[in-house]
C-alpha cells in the first residue's frame, strides 16, 4: 500500500470504478465514475480544487466458511474501505425504505367528501368513553388503508356489523384525518408506518358480498 496523503483527496474505491472523496484514510463521498465530474463534484463540497491521489489496499480472499467460492470476492481490511462499503448499504437501505414509503399514501385531503370503493380487510369492536364501538378497516384498489370508527347504520345493526371480512361495498364519506399506524415491511427485519386515512360518515351506496 502507498503512504495515505493527508487532508482531502480524490482517490478510488475498492472496486476501482467510483472516484471517491476521503479526507487523509477516512472515506468522505462517493463522487463520480468520470474523473472531471469528481473534481467538479469535490470542488463543490470541499470550497476548493481538491488533488487526485489514487491509493490501494493490500486484498485478501474470504475465507469459504463465511462466503461460497462462486460468490468469493476481495475484502479489505481498511477503514477507508470499511467506510465505502458501508456508505454503498446505507444508500441501499434509505432507497428501500423511500420506495416502501412511497408504495402506499393517504385517500384524498383531510375534509373531501369522497365516493370510495372498498374491500373490508377486518372488523373489530371496543369500549371507547362512548359505550362499544366497531371498527371497519378497508382497503381500496391501490392498496391503501382507511378506517371507519363507528355505528353507523350504514355499516352495522346491533352493535355488529352488517358485513364480513372481503366483503366489497361502494361508500361516500368524508375524509377526517390522515394518520400512520400499520405497519409495512421494507424487508425482513424493517418496517415503515404504513398511511391509514380515517373516514366518517359513510353512507353505503353499493354493496357486495364475498359469497
Avoid at 16 to 21: C, E, K, N, S, T
Avoid at 49 to 64: A, E, F, H, M, Q
Avoid at 70 to 94: A, G, L, M, P, R
Wanted: with cysteine; proline share 2%.
Amino acid at each position: 500500500m502507498t503512504n495515505t496523503p493527508f487532508g482531502y483527496h480524490i482517490s478510488k474505491g475498492a472496486l476501482g470504478i467510483f472516484y471517491i472523496l476521503n479526507d487523509g484514510d477516512r472515506f468522505v463521498k462517493k463522487l463520480s465514475t468520470s474523473l472531471k465530474e469528481a473534481k467538479s463534484k469535490a470542488r463543490d463540497i470541499v470550497g476548493r480544487d481538491v488533488p487526485v491521489d489514487v491509493w490501494y489496499r493490500y486484498p485478501y480472499s474470504s475465507s469459504r466458511s463465511f462466503i461460497s467460492s462462486k460468490e468469493q470476492i476481495n475484502i479489505y481490511h481498511d477503514e477507508h474501505i470499511k467506510s465505502y462499503f458501508i456508505d454503498i448499504e446505507n444508500t441501499k437501505v434509505k432507497n428501500h425504505i423511500e420506495e416502501a414509503k412511497a408504495k402506499y399514501s393517504h385517500v384524498g385531503d383531510v375534509g373531501d367528501i369522497l365516493d370510495l370503493e372498498l374491500t373490508i380487510t377486518e372488523i373489530f369492536g371496543f369500549d371507547s368513553n362512548y359505550g362499544y364501538c366497531l371498527a371497519h378497516k378497508f382497503e381500496d384498489s391501490n392498496g391503501n388503508t382507511l378506517i371507519y370508527f363507528g355505528n353507523s347504520k350504514e355499516l352495522c345493526e346491533d352493535y355488529d356489523s352488517k358485513f364480513k371480512v372481503k366483503d366489497k361495498i361502494t361508500i361516500t364519506a368524508d375524509i377526517k384525518r390522515h394518520t400512520r399506524d400499520q405497519r409495512t415491511y421494507v424487508d425482513e427485519y424493517m418496517q415503515v408506518l404504513k398511511p391509514v386515512t380515517v373516514i366518517s360518515k359513510p353512507k353505503l351506496i353499493k354493496e357486495r358480498t364475498n359469497v
